[in-house]
């Protein structure tokens, strides 16, 4: 006779969890980035660029330069930041600055400092291994004023990033190349593994650099304090070292003709040292006069790739390489009416585009990831699951090829190790511990490809045949002895399951036999199209003959349940069984998946609790409302307009998804930078305003805090 396990032995102590920690920074950053190069950290306030990273197959992660000295440092410098001298002095960029996302991706930051406008937009073009920094300056007063304009920056540890930071051991270097006129900043561990190269345009930028023991000596003041006679306080400090001048190693002093390449800086990565360095323009600016800059920074595996490919991007020109930025982004917007709504769905179709996946640096190969932010507590790691029922239908909405290209990289590099929760970006086992769900991913998100796009010739590609191969291999090995019903260890939270048969995940994988069953039918081969169909009905029956128990309201659904034996009543959102309907399992009207729904949302479930305005089902993973909760009742609830005034007040991460949020606040609570997340929430804001509710309702919503 089946009995129901309660929540409290559910969550046993055997069942060894692993949960994130709460946020604690809490400062809003914008984030940008192309296939190659991303900028996860850009800080709101000021513009300061905190780190730059690649994704590097050689290291199976992304390896990321910083202004950090140390990896569990919370104050860390700026890696790069701009810089504004007026008569001498750094004004304070920090709080003067107005921002916004231009294309609801690209920053940009404009201040008025007494009579000097500043603006400043970065940029990152689609196929380039760099992005832009372009910072504009105008005088509207009536007097000529004397000023410098440029960038700084701070050099200090390197890092191999997959889930944490670990210091790379070896050396960092600065050095100026005359060939192609950049810095370049260099990370080393015996050999070159990460460069970054600075060029700016036009040409003629002064540079100096220095060493310092992670302090700084300079005070930026308040525009209000600029006075023409002034000198920067502290500028002068011993603990900066100028290019040129002897320090401790006696290098020589510059002089005209000497090789400059031959002078460098260089600090042990493990150190505190930091290597500063500024690149600026001095200009005499009159009055009505306005001055455009750009500096080009670039990627390479090694100094000399770095600096050509800011050659590159120089030769082709800011407003070549605008145009072409604000053309792909413009091909990817769809029209939503309400303007607070429209921005929280772009800013997250994009940063689901542009950090759920990318290009290594070093051989050019797609791979999907969880994100590219080291934000995100389990960054630059695959998760099957997030990038295929997640990331993958937003990457589909957004350019169909870029979505056809990823579909193959995941049959490619991830069926060999189809279901394992969680690999690194080349498909090697990272996180032992099989999910049913991620292993059905696949053909969910094949069918979602075909049937969006028409597109069969994907079902003929080898890297596809072979990969359907490995995965139904896979799947027999967790088939119920006797009944068509399949096991899992994990629950889509990665979690341990209470029970081996849980009914999202055979669901979710009766979709995707359904669709196998077509796909023998297309190749003529109707003995397998047959037997996979008798699979899939049989699996169907299995889950409402020993899935459905007495519940509240009547008859529910299970979690998860031994065949004739005990079961829980549970829910998750990262799995939740109100996607039964939506995926096509059973009707939104079944009876039973109506009471499902109302215990999922009701007092008898533990994890819900209807207090905040932000409130959504949790599970023990973080008992926080979840933002993919949110997108799961966009998709599949009954409270659909509800969701969406809480998708547009919720401040989540900056805008930009993230795991958990505040029940009252709507603020970033764990998970912050959660690419794939992203790409569920702009699909379930899509998805849901194919049905569309009243737009008057959404003109009532209050104006979001964050500027995502």
């Given at each position: ?6 929540p ?12 994130p ?42 390896l ?33 600055l ?11 930051f ?16 689609a ?8 910072l504009?300056?105008e ?52 050999f070159p ?8 345009w036009?040409?003629?930028a002064?540079f ?14 308040r525009?209000?304090e ?15 070292r100028p ?40 200009l005499r ?38 145009e ?12 939503i ?13 994009f940063?689901?585009?542009f ?23 389990v ?7 997030d990038?295929l ?12 090829s870029?979505?056809?290209e990823a579909l ?20 090697g ?10 292993l059905?991913a ?6 979602r ?8 010739s994907?079902l ?25 019903l399949?096991?899992?260890?994990l ?9 081996p ?14 669709f196998?069953?077509?796909?023998y ?9 047959k ?42 959102p ?18 039973i998946y ?9 007092p ?5 609790s ?6 959504t ?24 307009l ?6 547009t007040r ?6 930009y998804?993230c ?27 899509w ?17 979001s805090?964050a500027?995502?």
């Amino acid at each position: 006779m089946a009995s129901q396990l309660s929540p409290a032995e559910s969550n046993r102590s055997e069942r060894i969890l692993t949960v994130p920690q709460e946020e604690q920074d809490q400062t809003r950053y914008f984030a940008l980035a192309n296939e190659y190069v991303a900028i996860p950290e850009i800080r709101q306030s000021d513009a300061a660029i905190m780190s730059v990273n690649a994704l590097l197959a050689t290291a199976r992660g992304l390896l990321e330069l910083t202004g950090r000295v140390s990896e569990g440092q919370e104050e860390a410098w700026p890696f790069l930041q701009p810089e504004l001298r007026v008569a001498g002095q750094r004004i304070e960029l920090a709080g003067n600055l107005e921002a916004d996302l231009i294309e609801d991706w690209m920053p940009r930051f404009r201040g008025r400092f007494q009579d000097l406008l500043f603006n400043l937009t970065y940029f990152a073009p689609a196929g380039y291994r760099g992005f832009v920094a372009e910072l504009e300056i105008e005088n509207l007063g009536d007097e000529g004023r004397d000023c410098q304009l440029g960038l700084s920056g701070r050099v200090g540890r390197s890092f191999l990033t997959v889930f944490h930071r670990r210091s790379l051991e070896g050396s960092r270097v600065v050095r100026f190349y005359p060939w192609t006129r950049s810095l370049v900043v260099e990370a080393m561990t015996g050999f070159p593994i990460l460069a970054l190269a600075i060029k700016g345009w036009p040409e003629g930028a002064e540079f100096t650099w220095w060493e310092e023991e992670g302090v700084t000596g300079e005070r930026p003041v308040r525009p209000e304090e600029v006075t023409p006679a002034a000198t920067a306080p502290g500028y002068e400090s011993q603990r900066k070292r100028p290019l040129g001048e002897a320090g401790p190693g006696g290098a020589p002093e510059a002089t005209a003709g000497m090789d400059l390449s031959r002078l460098h800086l260089r600090a042990d990565n493990l150190s505190s040292r930091l290597l500063g360095f500024r690149l600026f323009h001095t200009l005499r600016l009159e009055p009505g006069q306005k001055r455009t800059f750009a500096f080009f920074i670039t990627l390479g595996t090694e100094a000399d790739g770095a600096a050509t490919a800011g050659i590159d991007l120089a030769r082709r020109g800011t407003a070549r390489l605008w145009e072409e930025t604000l053309e792909a982004l413009r091909l990817q917007r769809r029209f939503i009416a309400d303007p607070q709504l429209s921005r929280r769905f772009h800013q997250n179709l994009f940063f689901n585009f542009f950090f759920a996946r990318g290009r290594t640096l070093d051989t050019d190969q797609v791979v999907l990831v969880t994100s590219r932010s080291p934000r995100y507590y389990v960054s630059a790691a695959h998760w099957s699951r997030d990038s295929l029922l997640w990331s993958f239908p937003a990457l589909l909405l957004a350019d169909p090829s870029a979505a056809r290209e990823a579909l193959l990289a995941a049959f490619a590099l991830y069926t060999k190790n189809a279901g394992v929760h969680a690999l690194y970006l080349d498909g090697g086992v990272l996180y032992p511990g099989f999910e049913l769900d991620e292993l059905a991913a696949f053909f969910v998100a094949l069918e979602r490809y075909v049937l969006t796009t028409g597109d069969r010739s994907i079902l003929e590609e080898e890297e596809v045949r072979r990969g359907r191969k490995n995965i139904l291999e896979k799947l027999a090995t967790q088939r119920h002895p006797e009944l068509a019903l399949y096991r899992t260890f994990l629950l889509p939270s990665d979690d341990p399951a209470q029970f081996p048969y849980v009914t999202y995940d055979n669901a979710l994988l009766w979709a995707g036999l359904r669709f196998l069953t077509q796909w023998y039918r297309w190749e003529g081969d109707e003995a397998r199209a047959k037997e996979l169909e008798m699979e899939a009905a049989a699996l169907r029956d299995n889950l409402y003959r020993y899935g459905v128990v007495p519940g509240p309201a009547g008859p529910m659904f299970a979690w998860a349940f031994q065949p004739g034996g005990e079961y829980v009543l549970y829910d998750e959102p990262p799995g939740s069984l109100m996607l039964l309907a939506y995926y096509g399992f059973c009707s939104p009207e079944d009876p039973i998946y109506k009471n499902t729904v109302s215990w999922i949302k009701g007092p008898h479930n533990p994890y819900w609790s209807g207090e905040g305005f932000f409130a959504t089902p949790a599970c023990p993973h973080v008992p926080q409302p979840w933002v993919l909760a949110l997108a799961n009742e966009l998709l599949a609830g009954k409270e659909r307009l509800t969701a969406l005034k809480q998708v547009t007040r919720a401040t989540m991460d900056n805008g930009y998804a993230c795991e958990t949020i505040d029940r009252h606040s709507g603020q970033l609570r764990t998970g912050a930078a959660f690419a794939t997340c992203a790409g569920w929430l702009a699909t379930a804001i899509w998805e849901a305003l194919e049905r569309p509710p009243r737009i008057a309702d959404l003109q009532s919503t209050p104006a979001s805090l964050a500027c995502g």
